[in-house]
């Protein structure tokens, strides 16, 4: 079993804020130089295990987006785990009739023992505020019981 320094993830860390800057089909060749090959992928809308899973999950997801931006905001990390806070600037052609979406989020990354990659990337973000705000009927629903909420508030 390997042991990687603070200093060695951090720079692992540092790839994976490359990759994630501006994210786009050309970005699926890099995966595995940063990702380990049982790498578990988990976000709001599901999970997958697996290289190839992961790759055919973010083409599937990437496939009709004009753009898609990720700047980070904070870190905290260690010889085996990194928390980090970021901001994603998504414009599909399927959501907010193509108008950029704002979203915060985090994501807690477990890295592998064995050498120097990611084996668990857990992403947390308000579906809501991605898909289900952008959709005609379902956004008319969830501004009226928020107006509801605030009322009683």
């Keep these: 079993m ?8 951090g720079q692992l860390i540092a790839e994976l804020k490359n ?26 809308v599901l999970q997958v295990n697996g290289l190839a ?20 905001d904070a870190e905290m990390f ?3 785990e990194a928390f980090l806070t970021w901001q994603m600037r998504l414009q599909h052609e399927s959501l907010a009739n193509g108008r950029e979406i704002v979203v915060q989020g985090s994501t807690h990354l477990q ?3 064995e050498e120097n990659k990611i ?3 857990v992403d947390y973000y308000d579906l809501g505020a991605m ?15 928020r107006d509801r909420l605030q009322a009683v508030s």
């Design 53 to 72: 899973d992961l790759e055919s999950y973010f083409a599937h997801g990437i496939a009709n987006a004009q753009s898609c931006h990720f700047a980070f």
């Design 119 to 121: 084996r668990s990337h």
């Design 111 to 113: 890295f592998a023992d």
């Design 19 to 44: 990759l994630y800057d501006e994210f786009n089909s050309d970005s699926l060749q890099q995966l595995a130089d940063i990702y380990h090959n049982d790498i578990t992928f988990q976000d709001p």
């Design 2 to 9: 390997a042991t990687y320094s603070k200093k060695e993830r």
């Design 78 to 80: 260690n010889k085996d």
């Design 131 to 145: 898909v289900y705000e952008h959709i005609p009927v379902i956004s008319f629903l969830i501004r009226k019981v």
